[in-house]
């Protein structure tokens, strides 16, 4: 798997590395600590985007890819014989945001129900700021974000 990873600073460094490696690369989805599989359709749908925000630690880039579900149980068979472990997941987990809010109630106790409520509050904001083009709605959107953001920081670690 070729891929970009676009730093912080302005830097881009191009590698390479095995599929399996690169998904245990991507921040907060496979956890080497807790050791969690995610659902075949999150494994695919982050692999067909071609991007992957990493916060601070950068924007990820490759090409995009479709797996077939031959090819996604070989690659659970790999992460399986690395020591990951396959779960049941309630069908709402369906992409990254979902997988991350079950894998918080799963591991941590967070309330699924509260937390999907804030995350699709902050998606619907983001994707306003997206489309906004208004100076002073912009204004508003973005510390309208940033108190969500602080509200779901807030109700989060109340369970960490």
Same mark, same amino acid.
């Given at each position: 798997?070729?891929?970009?990873?676009?730093?912080?600073?302005?830097?881009?460094?191009?590698?390479?590395?095995?599929?399996?490696?690169?998904?245990? &690369?991507?921040?907060?989805?496979?956890? &080497?600590? #807790?050791?969690?599989?995610?659902?075949? =359709?999150?494994?695919?749908?982050?692999?067909?985007?071609?991007?992957?925000?990493?916060?601070?630690?950068?924007?990820? #880039?490759?090409?995009?890819?479709?797996?077939?579900?031959?090819?996604?149980?070989?690659?659970?068979?790999?992460?399986?014989?690395?020591?990951?472990?396959? #779960?049941?997941?309630?069908?709402?987990?369906?992409?990254?945001?979902?997988?991350?809010?079950?894998?918080?109630?799963?591991?941590?106790?967070?309330?699924?129900?509260?937390?999907?409520?804030?995350?699709?509050?902050?998606?619907? =904001?983001?994707? &306003?700021?997206?489309?906004?083009?208004?100076?002073?709605?912009?204004?508003?959107?973005?510390?309208?974000?940033?108190?969500?953001?602080?509200?779901?920081?807030?109700? =989060?670690?109340?369970?960490?």
């Amino acid at each position: 798997m070729i891929y970009n990873l676009y730093k912080g600073d302005g830097e881009i460094v191009s590698l390479e590395c095995e599929l399996v490696d690169f998904l245990l &690369k991507l921040p907060n989805f496979i956890s &080497k600590k #807790t050791k969690l599989i995610p659902p075949n =359709i999150v494994i695919k749908q982050i692999l067909k985007e071609g991007n992957y925000n990493a916060g601070m630690s950068g924007i990820i #880039t490759w090409k995009k890819t479709d797996f077939n579900m031959v090819e996604l149980s070989q690659l659970n068979k790999l992460l399986v014989e690395r020591g990951f472990e396959k #779960t049941n997941t309630p069908n709402w987990v369906v992409d990254r945001s979902t997988w991350l809010v079950w894998t918080y109630e799963y591991l941590h106790n967070v309330p699924s129900s509260q937390h999907l409520k804030l995350n699709n509050q902050i998606i619907e =904001i983001n994707a &306003k700021l997206k489309a906004c083009n208004e100076k002073e709605i912009k204004e508003a959107l973005t510390l309208e974000l940033f108190k969500l953001e602080m509200n779901l920081t807030e109700f =989060i670690s109340e369970y960490i």
